[in-house]
């Protein structure tokens, strides 16, 4: 059974490009969370979503970011006319329920770097 | 705010000593982890406590859970290089289901 699957692995993108990055949740997962790992912090929610439903937003930057969960494929967050402060790790995590006991397993990450 | 905070930020120990790290939050919670993140890597799941949980252990991990100090302590036995890490406490509020983690303990084992 294979973990969370992210890629790219790693991204780099110059100002004012586009960011795509892909998560594809366990199987069997049905719940995926997006967050943001700043460099020398912790991990910052950004979004929670289900199967073409976005239930959670509240930790999404107003501007600029979207995240989608379509029916078939991956998730995917896209990051719109990047900024050099948006250099992060970016991580997936997936849940097979909505169960606030059930742990969130922890794809590889993203590290996209804005030049 | 960060809803977890690790206590200390750093810690450098001898390989085969023992090493505590703190975690401290704020708010009720259903349950609290500790995971273990390598320079560079992703997040490994290391334990999960319950709030009406004091105590688990996962082999050479034990960790302590006290709601009424909302706080939590992870000890790492007779270390070795390889536990050297940032490990991030990440809480889960009541009625909720994201993670909210700290800023997390950086942690040095010397061979």
């Known amino acids: 059974n294979a973990g969370v699957m992210q890629n790219p692995r790693h991204l780099v993108r110059r100002r004012g490009q586009e960011a795509r990055l892909r998560c594809s949740p366990m199987?069997?997962?049905?719940?995926v969370y997006w967050y943001r790992q700043l460099p020398e912090e912790g991990l910052k929610f950004m979004v929670y979503?289900?199967?073409?439903?976005?239930?959670?937003e509240s930790g999404m930057p107003k501007e600029r970011f979207s995240a989608e969960f379509p029916k078939e494929g991956p998730s995917i967050l896209r990051i719109q006319q990047v900024v050099r402060g948006d250099s992060a790790a970016y991580f997936c995590?997936?849940?097979?329920?909505?169960?606030?006991?059930?742990?969130?397993?922890f794809g590889p990450g993203t590290r996209l770097t804005v030049t | 705010s960060q809803q977890g905070e690790e206590d200390p930020q750093a810690l450098s120990i001898q390989e085969g000593e023992n090493a505590t790290m703190n975690c401290s939050y704020k708010?009720?919670?259903?349950?609290l982890q500790w995971y273990r993140q390598n320079s560079g890597r992703g997040l490994v799941h290391l334990i999960l406590?319950?709030?009406?949980?004091r105590e688990k252990h996962s082999g050479r991990l034990r960790v302590t859970l006290d709601t009424s100090k909302k706080s939590s302590s992870l000890l790492i036995t007779a270390s070795r290089a390889a536990d050297t890490a940032s490990y991030f406490c990440?809480?889960?509020?009541?009625?909720?289901?994201?993670?909210?983690f700290g800023a997390g303990t950086t942690v040095t084992v010397r061979a």
């Open positions: 979503l289900q199967k073409e439903n976005i239930i959670d």
């Open positions: 708010t009720s919670i259903n349950n």
């Open positions: 990440a809480t889960v509020a009541r009625n909720d289901y994201k993670l909210s």
């Open positions: 995590a997936s849940s097979p329920r909505r169960d606030t006991s059930y742990e969130q397993y």
């Open positions: 406590i319950r709030s009406n949980e």
């Open positions: 199987k069997g997962h049905s719940h």
